[in-house]
């Protein structure tokens, strides 16, 4: 038997809780070792003009090279490393290398449609002090323009203390950096707020484009996002595509950008500059 619940109630032992228990501190110590031993790199999707197929940008996704348990996803770790605040490290070492990355196909082909490179940044990092001057730093390290850099944050960041995140957003934008929402849907931002938020880029869910072939519903309420979006001056990136039927129905709404398996899924970094070179259509 285990005490468990704030009331002091007594609830039954319960196995599998304990398994999910010892498996989330194996990967917080393997974590530790993982940092020590730099075995996180980002693998890299296509995000693409929806109306030409060209690829405009890329979100670097990271992954784990586990030296026994193999390629790992964030499914595997983010989450514990979010508590343990290892995601500060990892998230680190992400940024470095997705801008020297970009760099790099810069500098391998000049003519690139390649315009910038999207790194997910979780609420903790962002909120780690200092957070903005590492930016910097890591632009200049790695000879980036902030241009080149889109950073993608959650709705609930956004809203959470408002005032210090706002001002931070406030200095990376004015350097030259770009905002996106995340997941935009699954949070609450109401739509009053939107109009004033610091942000460049909407990445609309993958939920609300698993239906909207379906669902009138759904199409609806895309269609009134996108349109509000292009009001506000933001774009809009539709996660999740996976069929030519959902991108039709997308750029007819005049949704401009699109990430999905319909073009690609996250590819290691020298595949992007196959994938990038003037192939004027994916599909
Ligand atoms: P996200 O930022 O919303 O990224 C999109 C996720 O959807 C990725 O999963 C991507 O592989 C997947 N995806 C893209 N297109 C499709 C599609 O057409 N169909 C389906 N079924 N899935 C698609 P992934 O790589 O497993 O990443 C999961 C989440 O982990 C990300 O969601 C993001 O929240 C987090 N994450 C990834 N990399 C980082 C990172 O470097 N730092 C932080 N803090 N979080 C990260
Ligand atoms: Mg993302
Ligand atoms: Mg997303
Ligand atoms: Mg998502």
């Not at 009134?224 to 997308?250: F, K, M, S, W």
């Amino acid at each position: 038997q285990a005490k468990g619940g704030d009331k002091g109630t007594w609830q039954r032992y319960q196995p599998e809780l304990h398994t999910a228990m010892v498996r989330r501190l194996e990967v917080r110590a393997a974590l530790h070792d993982a940092i020590e031993g730099d075995q996180f790199r980002p693998m890299y999707q296509p995000i693409v003009d929806l109306h030409t197929g060209l690829i405009t940008g890329v979100e670097s996704l990271v992954r784990w090279e586990h030296p026994a348990r193999g390629l790992l996803g964030p499914f595997h770790f983010i989450e514990v490393a979010e508590e343990s605040g290892a995601i500060i490290a990892i998230g680190t070492s992400v940024l470095r290398r997705a801008l020297a990355q970009f760099a790099r196909w810069k500098a391998d082909d000049p003519e690139i449609s390649l315009r910038y490179v999207s790194v997910n940044v979780s609420a903790r990092q962002f909120r780690t002090p200092g957070f903005v001057d590492l930016v910097r730093q890591a632009l200049a390290d790695a000879g980036a323009r902030p241009e080149w850099l889109l950073l993608e944050i959650t709705e609930s960041l956004v809203l959470r203390d408002a005032d210090q995140v706002w001002a931070d957003l406030r200095v990376l934008r004015a350097m030259g950096v770009r905002i996106a929402i995340d997941d935009f849907g699954t949070g609450y931002s109401s739509l009053s707020y939107l109009r004033q938020m610091p942000v460049d880029v909407l990445k609309l869910d993958k939920s609300f484009i698993d239906d909207i072939l379906t669902s009138e519903q759904q199409r609806t309420m895309v269609d009134a996002i996108v349109t509000l979006a292009r009001n506000l001056d933001l774009a809009v990136v539709a996660e999740g595509i996976e069929d030519a039927g959902q991108r039709a129905a997308l750029a007819g709404m005049g949704c401009p950008y699109g990430q999905g398996y319909l073009f690609s899924k996250p590819v290691w970094p020298g595949e992007i500059l196959e994938l990038a070179q003037g192939v004027p259509e994916l599909v």
